[in-house]
């Protein structure tokens, strides 16, 4: 089992800045991929950026590409997503969620073993 926690979410103007944390615990030995993904209200849920554990590398969904920024803690099994130039339409819950699989298809929400219960992210205009 995992556990999946994220914090770091508020209100904040549009142009503002947030950063996300998401702590994983318990087994995550088999984590092969962490991603971010967001569900507004009325919306599907959709994912935001994903970090593959071996490789280091990440990836974006083009809607928040050059804002948003993945790091990783490794030492603490923590995620970061620093967001900047926010905007109203980044706003939604945003939900960590970590993999096992070996896929590309990252923001497949089916891909995911363990989820976090989300923290909301309120930009206003």
């Known amino acids: 089992q995992v556990q999946v926690v994220e914090s770091g979410g508020g209100s904040v103007q549009a142009g503002g800045t947030l950063r996300l944390s998401c702590a994983a615990s318990?087994?995550?030995?088999?984590?092969?991929?962490m991603a971010w993904f967001r569900q507004a209200p009325g919306k599907e849920r959709e994912g935001v950026a994903v970090?593959?554990?071996?490789?280091?590398?990440?990836y974006y969904a083009d809607s928040v590409k050059g804002r948003f920024t993945l790091s990783r803690d490794d030492a603490k099994n923590t995620m970061y997503l620093q967001m900047d130039s926010l905007k109203p339409e980044d706003t939604a819950m945003y939900y960590c969620?970590?993999?096992?699989?070996?896929?590309?298809?990252?923001?497949?929400?089916?891909?995911?073993?363990?989820w976090g219960q989300g923290t909301q992210v309120t930009v206003s205009s």
């Open positions: 969620a970590t993999s096992t699989a070996f896929s590309i298809y990252w923001r497949q929400t089916d891909r995911y073993n363990y």
């Open positions: 318990g087994n995550t030995h088999g984590t092969t991929y």
């Open positions: 970090i593959y554990i071996r490789t280091s590398n990440s």
